[in-house]
């Protein structure tokens, strides 16, 4: 039996998982970059990932509770948001056309049909965003992780529901760490006179939202051709039009109106930066990704956030509890785990061990 073609197709298969073969590496060598450029490639992806992602973290907790802007529009600042998003993409979109050789992004037009395709989605989308940004209000930077911590178990339960999904039992074992540190962190809170409850539910809420916007991702992306960037264009702009209605239902345009920093040009900027911010975060995690792996992202991802956690208790100059330390070691340590037991699971069955009776038959 000729087994070329299987090699290069096993080689295919790998590369487009991400994975490594053992047999092409001493081939590929010579063609690869050097370890120090690689490492230093790596470095500088997973250093923009961090500063952009903790920068919005921040800057969002300015903008949506800061004692000295008094700003109560969470829906307006969302808004604001995906307003930026949708006008850099298109903006991107005219550049790419314009010097096809100088950005390469999708060419990007307004099409009705597409857009209520993308609308289920989109309802998703709001309120994922809108909730990660209500509890990032009402809560702090410091419990802001584990407050939206059960992204991971809802996961698991939707996969289970609606995708009639099963997962092992080690799998679950992490998911019960994960919950026991959310609870063991909201009772921490509440032991410190610090806890919102409304902050919480709004962070369970967020987490579900990232689940199913997860799942309903991958029925919506055939609507858009597969591109990642043209879903992002209609997601925001459904995003915008579904919230002017919010707006003026929740009286947030009577607030605008009365914003005492209405006018100011800092203010403007701050927002500005912030969906610039947005719209980064997109781009740095598909880098990361491209740069190293999905499950090496899902790592990077849970040390920002055990490192956002403490520049947040230093910036703001907080004491924490030793229990209240172990809530987010607990929560970190349980989605750590997660990632790596699915990791090993999709891993084993990609490439399963050949078993002692089909040796024979791969020879024939």
């Keep these: 039996m000729n087994r070329a073609p299987l090699k290069r197709s096993r080689i295919l298969h790998m590369a487009l ?4 073969d053992p047999s092409g590496e001493a081939e590929a060598g010579s063609g690869e970059k050097p370890f120090l450029l690689r490492a230093l490639q790596i470095a500088l992806v997973v250093s923009l990932y961090w500063v952009t992602s903790i920068s919005m973290v921040f800057l969002n907790k300015y903008l949506l509770d800061s004692p000295s802007l008094r700003l109560d529009a969470p829906i307006f600042v969302t808004f604001y948001q995906c307003l930026v998003t949708t006008l850099l993409c298109k903006g991107l979109s005219a550049l790419a056309t314009c010097c096809p050789g100088a950005v390469d992004f999708p060419t990007l037009r307004l099409d009705l049909r597409v857009a209520r395709s993308v609308l289920p989605l989109s309802v998703v989308f709001i309120g994922m965003i809108t909730f990660n940004n209500l509890c990032l209000k009402y809560v702090g930077v410091a419990f802001y992780n584990v ?3 059960l992204t991971t178990v809802f996961n698991v339960l939707l996969s289970y529901l ?6 092992s039992f080690y799998a679950l074992l992490t998911c019960g760490i994960i919950i026991g540190g959310f609870w063991l962190g909201v009772d921490q809170e509440g032991a410190e006179g610090t806890l919102s409850w409304v902050g919480t539910v709004f962070g369970v809420l967020a987490s579900l939202c990232v689940s199913l916007n997860a799942i309903y991702t991958k029925k919506v992306l055939p609507a858009v ?3 990642v960037w043209r879903l992002t264009f209609y997601n925001n702009a459904n ?3 579904l919230f002017l209605p919010l707006l003026l239902l929740l009286g947030e345009h009577q607030v605008l109106l009365d914003f005492a920093q209405r006018d100011s040009a800092h203010f403007w900027g701050m927002m500005t930066l912030g969906g610039l911010f947005g719209f980064a975060i997109g781009y740095v995690t598909g880098l990361q990704i491209k740069f190293t792996s ?4 899902n790592v990077s ?5 055990c490192a956002q956690t403490v520049l947040a208790v230093l910036y703001f100059e907080e004491t924490k509890s030793f229990l209240w330390w172990t809530s987010n070691m ?7 785990a997660y990632t790596w037991v699915r990791g090993r699971e999709m891993k084993s069955q990609e490439d399963p061990s050949p078993r002692e009776g089909d040796k024979s038959t791969v020879g024939v």
């Design 162 to 167: 609606l995708l009639k999904q099963t997962t």
């Design 239 to 241: 995003a915008c039009a």
């Design 294 to 297: 999905p499950l090496t992202h």
């Design 330 to 336: 607990m929560v970190l340590c349980g989605s750590s």
């Design 147 to 149: 407050g939206r911590s």
């Design 17 to 20: 998982n991400g994975a490594s």
């Design 225 to 227: 051709d597969g591109s």
């Design 301 to 305: 991802g849970t040390a920002k956030a």
